[in-house]
Every structure is written in C-alpha cells, then in structure tokens.
C-alpha cells in the first residue's frame, strides 16, 4: 500500500477499519482519547507515517509515552512515575511503564543484547 492508502486507514477510518463502534477511532468531546502525536517534520502526514517517531501516545486519555523533547515542556506532574528508555539513533522516551521490569524479562528470553526494531535499546 502506498502512504496515501494507509493514512486515513489509521486517522479518519481507524474506528472502521478496526471494526469499532462505541466512539473509538475519532477525536471527539468525551471520546476515548487514543492518540498519537508525531512532530511536524514539514512532509505530508501520509510520509511522515513512512518513518515516524512518536512525540506522544495516549491511551485511555492517560499519557503512557512521551519524547524528552516533549516532556520537557509539559507538566511534570504528568511523567513523576515515567522510566526513560532510548534507542539507539532515534531518540528516547519517558514511558508509563517499569522498563527495568520489562528489559528483564526480555533478556531472560532473547538474551543482553536484544534490539528493537533492529536497533539497541538502552534503559
């Protein structure tokens, strides 16, 4: 599929492509507030999908990941209990999550020098 085929599949159509229909999908006064922000990097939103990193995830209307970069400019109150996670050539990340838990469990099963996505991850 090309980037024009795919971006509304995951914006305007999500709540249909997933076979959703109790609101989940669409951005909306009392919506369920699912999110992804990426940063304006000056491409068409259909490019940018190609090869995104995410600035923020929201799940559930709670943040669960945010960039650094973002993070430093918001309200700490909303990160106190973030673990930050980096990887390797794409920047790094505060997560709502315990990621030493997490890496431990990884290792125990694909061993120390695990990657992501092909690139080392650092907690």
């Not at 995104?52 to 106190?80: E, H, W, Y």
């Not at 996670?85 to 125990?108: F, K, M, P």
């Not at 990657?115 to 991850?121: D, I, S």
């Amino acid at each position: 599929m090309t980037a024009e085929e795919i971006y509304p599949m995951v914006t305007t159509q999500a709540a249909r492509v997933l076979r959703l229909h109790r609101g989940e999908g669409e951005i909306r006064p009392g919506g369920i507030a699912d999110l992804l922000a990426v940063n304006d990097s000056g491409r068409s939103p259909a490019e940018a999908l190609q090869n995104f990193c995410p600035a923020m995830v929201i799940l559930g209307g709670r943040i669960q990941l945010v960039s650094t970069n973002l993070a430093a400019r918001i309200d700490p109150i909303f990160t106190r209990h973030f673990h930050k996670i980096e990887l390797e050539g794409r920047g790094s990340w505060l997560v709502n999550a315990n990621v030493c838990q997490l890496r431990d469990a990884t290792e125990a099963v694909l061993g120390p020098n695990f990657e992501l996505a092909g690139r080392r991850v650092r907690v």
